[in-house]
């Protein structure tokens, strides 16, 4: 891969063009990783509002109906329900893995085969969560597993 930079002081914003031969997995991750790099998310906790990065957040899930998003340092409550975290972070690398998780593919460190057909993802802060057998052909087609 080469990177090219091209300083235009007349520029009004960054653009980002991606010259390739066709559009493989590595490009769609470039984009993700791209597109992740300036989203952030709200989350409440301790009666404040906190802004954080997406690529900060380890995985979401959804408890009693309540949504809370995870990082190395905080757990947050957002108002939005999984499904539209989902839709909003579809685009970043975010997998659903359960039917009430969805984890920065980012993140994860390790994956390793579970009973049942299930797996288990253990994220770069050592936290393990299971990956239910329903969702782990999506997680093995990501990887370039059958």
Known sequence: MRIT???QPSA???EITILCARTDQEVLDIVARLRMHDRKITGYANGQTLVVS????L??????????FYTNDAVLET???????????SDCDFLRISKN?????RRIGALSPDLNGRMLATLENGER?????????????KIGIR
């Open 5 to 7: 930079i091209d300083e």
């Open 12 to 14: 009004q914003d960054i």
């Open 54 to 57: 997406v690529e900060d957040v």
């Open 59 to 68: 995985y979401i899930e959804s408890i009693d109906g309540r949504t809370f």
């Open 79 to 89: 108002r939005l329900k999984l499904y539209e975290m989902e839709e909003r972070l």
């Open 101 to 105: 998780c969805i984890v920065n593919f």
């Open 129 to 141: 969560i299971v990956i239910s057998r329903q969702y782990a052909p999506q997680v093995k087609r």
